[in-house]
């Protein structure tokens, strides 16, 4: 037994760690997960890599691909457009129950963010942009308080997966977003706090659909 509960504590931790890497931006869509080279620098054995790698593959963070191994997933232009459909429905409502229970330390989390995105776009880089725009989505749905929710934006990576398409709109502007955001979510606005979600994620939305149309016309 204790056996076991070390092996699946490991697996844990593998997963989390790999997970990681591909949403810094280490491992990008595409790239090949060499188990050697994730092994040497997480500095464990294949196993529990393997068993990692097993609930990447069912989160749709990789792909398994007979003969290649485990590559970064690359999101088609389909799955993107339903990602975003599937975001404008539940991140408004995450936003909504956020401002109907937002508390003074979870203002003070929302502040650090959004100085955390502002600091980023400042640095001009468009990796560390994703990042932490992930980052923010991420704590919102936190501070709804709704698990469930939380869990099933942040176990699909939909918010991560949303941002292979890259940056869809100039990041002062979607700064100027957040911070609407932040401030009615801190004020306790929640039907405010709902559609000013609704409306950030509808050019998102917009973009995918067109692309999804486009890549349906070439097959």
Known sequence: MGEKMYFEDLTEKVYKAVKELIIQGVYKPGDKL????LAQRLGLS?????????????????QQIPR?????RQITAKELADIYRI??????????????????PGKKRLQDQLASYKN?????????????????????????????????????NLVFAANQLGIVKPPVESLAEHEKLVQAISQGN??????????????????????SLREGTRT
């Open 34 to 37: 060499k188990q050697e080279e």
């Open 190 to 211: 929640q039907q405010t706090a709902e559609r000013l979600m609704a409306e950030h994620l509808h050019m998102g939305l917009r973009l995918a659909e067109q692309q």
């Open 87 to 104: 975001r404008t429905r539940l991140e408004p409502l995450g936003a909504l129950e956020a401002a109907a229970k937002i508390t003074e």
């Open 120 to 156: 980023t776009i400042e640095s001009g880089d468009s990796q560390e942009i994703r990042k932490a725009d992930y980052q923010f989505h991420q704590t919102i749905m936190n501070l709804s308080g709704n698990e469930l929710l939380s869990s099933i934006l942040e176990s699909y």
């Open 46 to 62: 294949r196993t529990p890599l393997l068993a990692a790698f097993s609930r990447l593959s069912r989160e749709l963070l990789i």
């Open 68 to 72: 290649r191994g485990a590559v970064v």
